[in-house]
């Protein structure tokens, strides 16, 4: 079955980086896109970015530009997110979730979605 | 960017009763060449990430029970749960896919009254 394994939280300190891992099974890692997806507590879905699994093309939120970067490693099956300069704003849980459309070459819609990913910064 | 925009905020229905969540959206989500509407739904209970319910504005995804359906087009949608269960309690996000950004409604909280 499809799974989306996310690592575990984090807390950080603002002006620090963190990366966030999503491993996926049950399915061809190359086959959907993968796309970030946070929530800030108590509050609704904000979309960050997408990447292809496939190309490793990438198309990100225009307020997390130059801030946000995600990759993939095909060879185990995992993507990641990292994001840089963190400030109290960014506390939120971070999802990964898959792309419905197998070969998308846009994000879309979400089929299947990671476990969320606690990502506190404070100092 | 589209702004989507849900109503109402919160919800409270009778069990076994109708429950309607509307979403609009600020410019058309519907592509004239494939007459496709580019709007999803999900559902998110506590502690949850968000479980997908319908996509091409009125399509169930696989295991979605059919008291869950989907309308409109163009601008405006509609999420309608046919006789509401115990489960259903949660927030509802409407979510447009038809340009980047990928916008999502700010939820409507769904409550049995």
């Known amino acids: 079955q499809v799974q989306l394994v996310q690592s575990g939280a984090e807390v950080k300190k603002p002006g620090a980086s963190v990366k966030v891992s999503c491993k996926a099974s049950g399915y061809t890692f190359t086959s959907h896109g993968i796309s970030w997806v946070r929530q800030a507590p108590g509050q609704g879905l904000e979309w960050m970015g997408w990447?292809?699994?496939?190309?490793?093309?990438?198309n990100y939120a225009q307020k997390l530009q130059g801030r946000v970067t995600m990759t993939t490693d095909t060879s185990t099956s995992t993507a990641y997110m990292a994001l840089r300069s963190l400030r109290s704003d960014d506390t939120a849980v971070y999802y990964c979730?898959?792309?419905?459309?197998?070969?998308?070459?846009?994000?879309?819609?979400?089929?299947?979605w990671g476990q969320g990913t606690l990502v506190t910064v404070s100092s | 960017d589209i702004v989507m925009t849900q109503s109402p905020d919160s919800l409270a229905v009778s069990l076994g009763e109708r429950a309607t969540i509307n979403c609009k959206s600020s410019q058309s989500v519907l592509d004239s060449s494939n007459k496709k509407n580019y709007l999803a739904w999900y559902q998110q209970k506590p502690g949850q990430p968000p479980n997908p319910l319908i996509y091409?504005?009125?399509t169930r995804d696989s295991g979605v029970p059919d008291r869950f359906s989907g309308s409109g087009s163009g601008t405006d949608f509609t999420l309608t749960i046919s006789s509401l269960q115990a489960e259903d309690v949660a927030v509802y996000y409407c979510?447009?896919?038809?340009?980047?950004?990928?916008?999502f409604g700010q939820g409507t909280r769904l409550e049995i009254k």
């Open positions: 979510q447009q896919y038809y340009s980047t950004p990928i916008t």
């Open positions: 091409w504005a009125s």
């Open positions: 979730a898959r792309e419905h459309i197998a070969g998308a070459k846009l994000p879309g819609t979400y089929d299947y």
């Open positions: 990447i292809s699994t496939y190309s490793g093309d990438t």
